[in-house]
T-cell receptor, first 115, second 110 residues
């Protein structure tokens, strides 16, 4: 069965510092991996996804993530944090199920950005 | 382009009451989902529908029923609401493996 573990329910960084949000997954088949961002009182917005091909994936707002099969990880990074990056971030794994895809989410990591 | 639209956005129910959350998508996607979001637990899948006419249980289906009325619409019904069902509910539609979410429905059961 699929599962996703996000290390750290809260992460705090200073503006301009590196952002690193950790995600590990388990899946019985090659996974599709995603990062979503949620701003207060809104739905989830897709940041980036890995399906096949290049293991370093670039997304919106300067974020990127690297799929490491040997470590079963898909950590999210951004070189320089901005105040507007403060939000909750969710890692997700999707496997093909009967007739479609079933997507499971991690518990989320709330990012705080200090001025 | 509205994407995924949920109604109502806010609802307060008394224990034992029933209600239906409506969801419609205008993206012509085959798959639709209902998730609930609770603090510290991320999003948990309640039910999903891979295509019109099919539905499957997710991680937390107890206390809920769903109907995939047509390709556009996927409703979630609480037959007898319980305080444990107080949550934020998200409907989503998927093109292949990528999910697109609605804005959420805040439900409080008192």
């Amino acid at each position: 069965a699929q599962s996703v573990t996000q290390l750290g329910s809260h992460v705090s960084v200073s503006e301009g510092a590196l952002v690193l949000l950790r995600c590990n997954y388990s899946s019985s088949v090659p996974p599709y991996l995603f990062w979503y961002v949620q701003y207060p009182n809104q739905g989830l917005q897709l940041l980036l996804k890995y399906t096949t091909g290049a293991t370093l994936v670039k997304g919106i707002n300067g974020f990127e993530a690297e799929f490491k099969k040997s470590e079963t990880s898909f950590h999210l990074t951004k070189p320089s944090a901005h105040m507007s990056d403060a939000a909750e971030y969710f890692c997700a794994v999707s496997d093909r199920d009967t007739g479609g895809f079933k997507t499971i989410f991690g518990a989320g990591t709330r990012l705080f950005v200090k001025a | 382009n509205a994407g995924v639209t949920q109604t109502p956005k806010f609802q307060v129910l008394k224990t034992g009451q029933s209600m239906t959350l409506q969801c419609a998508q205008d993206m012509n996607h085959n798959s639709m989902y209902w998730y609930r979001q609770d603090p510290g637990m991320g999003l948990r899948l309640i039910y999903y529908s891979a295509s019109e006419g099919t539905t499957d249980k997710g991680e937390v289906p107890n206390g809920y029923n769903v109907s995939r009325l047509n390709k556009r619409e996927f409703s979630l019904r609480l037959e007898s609401a319980a305080p444990s069902q107080t949550s934020v509910y998200f409907c989503a539609a998927a093109l292949g493996n990528t999910i697109y979410f609605g804005e959420g429905s805040w439900l409080t059961v008192v």
